[in-house]
């Protein structure tokens, strides 16, 4: 069972992914072209890999409780 994420733009340009309602900014793409996010929130370590438009693995959880759906429709 594959999550699909959602990819959002930062107003600075700097591409963000949305996944059950936690941004991820993006890191770096690995060789075999699964790209590599980290939690937008300094103090967490939560990380994902995408392959395409899907998650392909989670490392870490979460250290706080997500944004409210009303904080990134603001952001975004
Ligand atoms: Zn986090």
């Keep these: 069972m594959e999550n699909k994420v959602n990819f959002i733009t930062y107003e600075k340009g700097k591409p963000l992914v949305l996944l059950n309602l936690h941004k991820y900014r ?8 699964m790209k590599k996010w980290l939690c937008t929130k300094k103090t967490c370590y939560a990380s994902i890999f995408t392959n395409g438009e899907y998650v392909h693995e989670t490392i870490n959880e979460h ?4 944004n409210s759906q009303q904080s990134i429709e603001r952001q975004v």
Aim: a neutral charge; charged letters at 50%.
């Design 26 to 33: 993006f890191i770096r793409e690995r060789k075999d072209g």
């Design 63 to 66: 250290n706080h409780t997500e």
